[in-house]
């Protein structure tokens, strides 16, 4: 089992930033990709961003130039540096493992973020 906690969400005016961070804890020896979702009121929840274990990256176009995803493998931490933020950005962010044995998906609860014009 692995557990998730975000944290660093909160209200922001355009163009400012947001840290997020998440914590794993329990099997983290056996996660591979950890990464950040979102999902706003009436949307389906979306990629923003992940990271394997070897450090590759992947971001959603939307965030690109604007939002940097990282990970301490030693502290058990991914976090999302969000700069520019727009409206568009506010949604309920997830935190997501992925472990390879069992192959398991695990979500984090939480953490709202809301960008005013």
């Known amino acids: 089992q692995v557990q998730l906690v975000e944290s660093g969400g909160g209200l922001v005016q355009a163009g400012g930033s947001l840290r997020l961070s998440c914590a794993a804890s329990?099997?983290?020896?056996?996660?591979?990709?950890m990464g950040w979702y979102r999902q706003a009121p009436g949307k389906q929840r979306e990629l923003v961003a992940v990271?394997?274990?070897?450090?590759?990256?992947n971001y959603a176009d939307s965030v690109k130039g604007r939002f940097t995803i990282s990970r301490d493998n030693a502290k058990n931490t991914v976090d999302l540096q969000m700069n520019s933020l727009k409206p568009d950005d506010t949604a309920v962010y997830y935190c997501k493992a992925d472990t390879l044995i069992p192959r398991r998906t695990y979500w984090g609860q939480g953490t709202q973020v809301t960008v005013s014009s």
């Open positions: 329990g099997s983290i020896f056996t996660i591979n990709t």
């Open positions: 990271t394997s274990s070897g450090g590759r990256t």
